[in-house]
């Protein structure tokens, strides 16, 4: 089993275990419970008070079996609250368990004193049993119990869905064969072959073929993506009408999707700042309420009415009960995880709970230009002939003089040379200019490519390009001039094209309320340009790597909560100090391993989804301990008997579990709501 598999599976099979072992334990209560409920009253049901007269030894000896059977049903459904009471006693400190256990327990041993010691009690009505209560209110903490489980485990369902796309085996090529082995046997280096209608076992680079790869079960993306020599494709994506072959990077727990799982499952795990305060008042609580629980009795007894101590008893018994902070417990670690879950399946990690929380914070946004806003990868935008030249003449030109350059930018000529189908020329000589151009010969003729300085040295007049020229360089992009012999052959235009979505992205994050900023190392004069077309806020240029984190504390000093993206190593320091780091998920391990969350289609628009699940998850969160803290605090005087004296109220136990219960089921629903939350509903 690959190492993804076993990081999804292994939580998953003791998920299922737990659940199974809680319906059992409540079978066996409710299996209890229905008969003592029925027998506790016999006198009330016609055909049973004549068989069980009150006093009668039969009635005894059917509360003597239900004393039995009830002590069953405490052993056997409900030694979780026991130990539970027993472990966090050791330590000082109180739980729900600690109120369940005390409620349950004090019924049984009131009732068994009772039954077998009537003369300790003042009065004949005193010595009824509630064996009821200890049966039902255990089955129904457990059938709650359960049902928090079940509902835990389904919010990994997008995860383990998507393990089960993970491929089996793969086909690979050793000693010039193609073997077909079991994908844990896949090891790096490894020529690994993928047909048509298959799956791609593990992540690699392409070497050979090509094809397009539906990799929306990772990133979210819904197109497919095409793929050839040098692109990189990811394990459990599913190939569609090419074949290619690809040699393995990353294998076992290091593949992309080990990696989301494992990512998934800790920010899953983790508590949000506000979970941690709840657990502080919930610790509190509890203790809080035993001394609740016994004044209530102590009330009661001294001054409710006859009989006293039954009253008292109850009132007890029902405050613990109902006062349980299960609700309370569950309603923050519910959103948290389904949350996770829900930006998982669109491609969003997030390392943290308190990222989550941090997320919903976010005012000001702080995008890197280049592998952020941009592409990361010059490309020819323009091409300007002289008068008398064609634009692939221009091209042609140029991409003959760059063949042998290793130039960065070189190659974006040479690669809009061969997306044109321009005719590549082979040059007779080659010259390299440090910091100016190029001069390559084709035959007797000369070629120039460079800058206007450049050109004009070699005896070369481009006058007639420099108006076209700055206004290239007002739109953000390098002008290049190429030469033939002295006559100004035409600019290029090389620029760092921004992505397709990164103008309505950033739209959309300022519709969010969001300040945007972009922080560049390029000149003022260009990142302006690139701002004005994408419609960010406010510009910091020409910051050096080193600076960027500098930048990103001076933004939190003017008490903004910042968000950073990045997607390179000089990233990392600003990434780390911001409050909340996005990684484009294409970009370096570094930039990935110092953010919070990472974005896994390397688009800005994950951003702005990431940001909406936050807000909605944290306000799923307050809904559930809102919901929570009234339900404990409009429950707690009920239970006490304040509205007795008024309306003649006071709650049982048994409608205390009930209650108690249902609260646990209305955190669950709406937590639950989370999964029906669209990206749809994020501003475009």
């Known amino acids: 089993m690959s190492s993804a598999s076993q990081a999804a599976t292994s939580p998953a099979g003791d998920r299922h275990a737990e659940y199974r072992a809680l319906m059992r334990k409540w079978w066996f209560g409710a299996a209890g419970g229905g008969p003592t409920m029925i027998l506790s009253y016999p006198w009330l049901i016609p055909g ?16 003597v079996a239900m004393g039995v059977a009830s002590l069953a049903v405490i052993v056997y459904s409900g030694n979780q ?27 049984w041993i009131y009732s068994t004193v009772a039954l077998l010691f009537p003369q300790l009690f003042p ?11 200890t049966v039902v209110v255990t089955a129904l903490v457990v059938l709650g119990m359960a049902m928090e489980v079940k509902a835990r485990g389904r919010t990994s369902e997008a995860i383990e869905k998507l393990i089960g796309l993970q491929p089996k085996t793969a086909r690979i090529v050793r000693d010039g064969a193609e073997l077909e082995v079991a994908v844990d046997q896949v090891v790096v280096g490894d020529i690994v ?22 990799e929306s079960m990772i990133t ?12 990189e494709v990811i394990g459990a994506t599913m190939n569609t009408t090419g074949s290619f072959r690809f040699r393995a990077t990353k294998v076992g727990a290091d593949t992309a999707l080990a990696t989301i799982v494992r990512m998934v499952g800790d920010a899953q795990a983790s508590k949000v700042p506000i979970q941690r305060i709840v657990d502080v008042v919930s610790g509190y609580f509890t203790p809080a309420v035993v001394i609740a629980s016994i004044l209530g009795f102590v009330i009661w007894y001294d001054f409710g009415p006859a009989p006293a101590f039954t009253y008292a008893t109850i009132v007890a018994v029902t405050t613990l009960i109902i006062a349980c902070p299960c609700a309370l417990g569950m309603a923050t670690p519910m959103s948290l995880t389904t949350g996770v879950g829900l930006a998982a399946s669109h491609g969003i990690l997030i390392r943290s709970g308190d990222a989550l929380q941090a997320a919903k914070k976010i005012d000001t946004i702080v995008l890197d230009k280049t592998g952020t806003i941009t592409v990361g990868k010059p490309a020819i935008t323009d091409v300007v ?46 010259e390299a200019v440090p910091g100016h151009g190029i001069r390559a010969w084709l035959g007797s003729k000369r070629i120039l490519v460079g800058n206007r300085i450049f050109l004009e040295a070699g005896g070369a007049k481009a006058e007639a390009l420099q108006g076209e020229a700055v206004r290239l360089a007002d739109e953000g992009k390098t002008p290049v001039f190429v030469a033939l012999d002295d006559r100004a052959a035409g600019v290029l235009a090389i620029a760092d094209p921004v992505k397709a979505d990164s103008e309505a ?21 260009t990142a302006d340009a690139i701002a004005r077309r994408v419609g960010v806020d406010r510009v910091l240029a020409e910051v050096l790597p080193q600076d960027k984190a500098h930048e990103v504390r001076k933004l939190q000093l003017e008490g903004r ?35 919070d969350v990472t974005l896994i289609s390397g688009s800005l628009r994950g951003v702005v989804s990431a940001i909406a699940i936050s807000r909605a998850t944290m306000r799923n969160v307050y809904q559930n301990l809102f919901g929570a803290f009234v339900y404990n605090g409009l429950g707690l005087p009920i239970a006490l008997g304040v509205l007795y004296p008024f309306i003649g109220l006071l709650l049982s136990p048994i409608l205390a579990a009930l209650a108690m219960s249902f609260s646990s089921v209305t955190v669950i629903s709406n937590a639950n709501r989370l999964k029906r939350f669209r990206l749809s509903e994020v501003p475009a």
Not at 193 to 209: I, L, M
Not at 575 to 594: C, H, K, M, P, W
Request: hydrophobic share 50%; proline share 4%; net charge negative.
């Open 81 to 107: 609250f026991f130990t539970g009471a027993w472990e966090a006693l050791k330590h000082r400190s109180a739980n729900m368990h600690t109120l369940i256990a005390i409620g349950t327990g004090t019924a």
């Open 385 to 430: 002939p002289a008068e008398g030249f064609e634009p692939d003449t221009v091209l042609a030109l140029a991409a003959a003089a760059e063949r042998d350059s290793e130039h960065p930018l070189a190659a974006a000529i040479l690669e809009a040379a061969d997306e044109r189908g321009v005719t590549r020329i082979a040059v007779t000589r080659f």
């Open 220 to 231: 979210g993306e819904s197109m497919p993506v095409a793929k050839g020599a040098g692109d």
């Open 123 to 133: 009065s004949e009505a005193m010595t009824d049993v509630y064996y009821d209560v």
């Open 561 to 595: 909560t910042v968000a950073m993206v990045g997607d390179g190593i000089n990233d990392a320091p600003a990434l780390a100090q911001s409050d909340v780091g996005f990684a484009i998920g294409t970009g370096t391990a570094v930039a990935i391993e110092a953010s």
């Open 48 to 63: 049973l008070r004549d068989v069980f007269p009150r006093g009668s030894e039969a009635l005894w000896w059917l509360w």
């Open 505 to 525: 992205a950033i739209a959309a994050l300022r519709r969010l309320g969001l300040q945007v900023v972009m922080i560049t190392g390029d000149n003022h004069r």
């Open 193 to 214: 072959v993928v047909r048509p209608g298959s799956k791609v076992p593990v992540d690699g680079v392409v070497v050979a073929g090509a094809s397009a790869v539906d």
